[in-house]
């Protein structure tokens, strides 16, 4: 059972309009890709409650991948209330992911 969102186009400034949002730019056919997805649902479950992880699909929503300007994949980007905060280029190993959300996750959360 997944414990990431799924994100479109359509839901996907409602999803990240509040809190900590760490979303997954990827695509089915893209290596690293599916070697960081794991991590992310690793990550999903340890900060259950206090970042939302979210994955989207850039070549089926290519406006928000457009709009964010998502150039290579995977790029992995953190939202705090809906603003860009955090910006991972490629497959990055799980203690680099947990360094960018530990700096925003409050510590009495």
Request: glycine letters at 6%.
């Amino acid at each position: 059972m997944s414990k990431t969102t799924e994100l479109t186009d359509a839901n996907f400034a409602s999803e990240i309009g509040s809190g900590l949002v760490l979303v997954d730019f990827w695509a089915p056919w893209c290596g690293p890709c599916r070697m960081v997805s794991p991590v992310l649902e690793e990550l999903a479950s340890d900060y259950a409650g206090k970042v939302k992880v979210g994955k989207l699909n850039v070549d089926d929503n290519m406006r928000v991948a457009q709009e964010f300007r998502v150039m290579s994949i995977p790029t992995v980007m953190l939202f705090k209330d809906g603003q860009a905060v955090e910006v991972m280029i490629g497959a990055q190993p799980k203690s680099a992911y947990q360094a960018r959300l530990n700096k925003h996750v409050p510590v009495d959360a």
